[in-house]
């Protein structure tokens, strides 16, 4: 795929996309039709995902409007109390909770430190969004997830900027107010699945999610990754490999991998036949480094590395769990690998106004395109997939923490 091409998918979805929206769903038969211009058939695959509307969120502090944003789908209701800045999760400072307004550093919150604040008896939470620096009115729209609230009740949620939440702990607000109402519904997000038959009836499944955060156009976290899909099935199509390749534009990753989880969920049967899952997010960076996340055997990581080396192209590679879809197919069983140019905030900002098409090199993104192609290749020709389907002990751990199945071991 040459670089003009891979400039118009940029410039082609270059607005927000967030899961579960009409955004969302212009971007998927987008991505159908791209596949089709390629020869490649692909199908768009629909899950449920919790919606909301906000009919009104507010937020009072000592007796003063702030601006806010209302977390979806955490209930309807008004709470009052007094600020408790919170900036560690630790025992001691969650018995501070109590019949307070709990404000986070941070704008997201797991299973056990959600379950904790409701045990502690915590009236509602403030997370905060951002850089202090980002302006004032950019405040993300996060969910409140199905999977951390889990049969407990929902607590009234908001988030604020985080100047906002700096001045409210710098000038010692007393009392805090929030107060939400929202509609909350079924909505439907989609993955996009496309096929190239290999000889075997086994799959190597490339994922990629293509949903945004609110407020970002995810150019680079992950039209970018999609793009990457798309190059390797331009390169690949046709050449009669040993195993087929399923290529998965995945839905809602943002909100807690829930195109992945759904994909895996709806293709049990599936599963044993995926020899290897390869991920991309967020690569083409102009600067960065390519690193790879193997959620698999070691021997993938040298692998890897050593073939990065055969080509010379750095790669710094390790073990463990990668917060994306791979997660997903590694938890079924599945060998997985996660690939990404890391950049850092600094350079190549994520979830907000700043990530947009600038931050990437084309040139860069087809190099990294091109290792992600041999790798694929090579993979897809093995007379049989060298990637043992044994899923690591340290992996197995890491996953039931990542999936909030086990407690961190060290909370
Ligand atoms: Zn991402």
């Given amino acids: 795929m040459n670089t003009a091409k891979m400039r118009n998918i940029f410039k082609d979805t270059d607005f927000v996309h967030r899961s579960g929206t009409a955004e969302e769903l212009r971007v998927a038969e987008y991505l159908k039709e791209k596949c089709e211009e390629l020869g490649v058939h692909a199908e768009i695959e629909s899950f449920r995902v919790p919606m909301a509307e906000i009919e009104s969120a507010r937020v009072f502090a000592d007796g003063k409007e702030i601006p806010c944003k209302g977390i979806f789908c955490c ?43 409701l045990d502690a008896g915590a009236k509602g939470i403030l997370f905060r969004y951002g850089d202090i620096h980002y ?6 729209e996060r969910d409140l997830r199905e999977y951390v609230v ?54 190597i499944v490339l994922t990629a999610h293509y949903d945004s955060t609110a407020l970002s156009h995810g150019a680079y976290d992950n039209m970018s990754g999609c793009v990457g899909l798309l190059g390797v099935m331009d390169a690949l ?20 991998l829930l195109g992945s989880k759904a994909y895996v969920r709806d293709h049990e049967e599936d599963i044993k036949n995926i020899a290897l899952n390869i991920n ?14 193997v959620s698999a055997e070691e021997k993938l990581s040298h692998y890897l590395t050593y073939m990065g080396a055969e080509l010379g192209f750095p790669i710094e590679s390790r073990i ?14 599945v060998p997985a690998v996660s690939l990404a140019r890391l950049a850092g905030g600094s350079v190549a900002p994520i979830h907000c106004r700043y990530d947009l098409a ?21 993979m897809a020709n093995s007379s049989v997939c060298p990637v043992s389907r044994e899923i690591p002990e340290k992996v197995r751990k890491e996953l039931d923490e990542y999936l909030f199945r086990k407690r961190k071991s060290n909370d």
């Fill in 75 to 117: 209930g309807s209701g008004d709470v009052e109390g007094e600020l408790y800045y919170m900036p560690g999760l630790d025992k001691v400072s969650v018995a501070g909770a109590k019949d307070r307004i709990v404000l986070l550093d941070s704008s997201v919150i797991g299973y056990f430190a959600y379950h904790d604040l």
């Fill in 358 to 378: 600038d931050v990437l090199s084309m040139g860069q993104l087809k190099s990294d395109i091109t290792f992600i192609t041999e790798f694929t290749r090579r």
């Fill in 280 to 293: 991309l997010d967020m690569i083409g960076t102009i600067m960065g480094k390519f690193i790879s996340c």
């Fill in 237 to 256: 199509k046709g050449k009669g490999l040993n195993y087929g390749l399923r290529f998965i534009f995945c839905g809602s990753e943002e909100r807690g």
């Fill in 320 to 333: 463990g769990v990668y917060s994306s879809d791979s997660t997903s197919f590694a938890d079924k069983g």
């Fill in 135 to 140: 302006p004032n009115e950019d405040i993300d």
């Fill in 150 to 203: 889990g049969d407990g009740e929902k607590l009234p949620c908001a988030m604020l900027n985080a100047a906002t939440a700096v001045k409210l702990v710098r000038t010692g607000a007393k009392k805090i107010r929030i107060s939400i109402r929202q509609n909350e519904y079924d909505g439907q997000s989609r993955n996009v699945v496309a096929d190239i038959p290999g000889k075997r009836r086994e799959y």
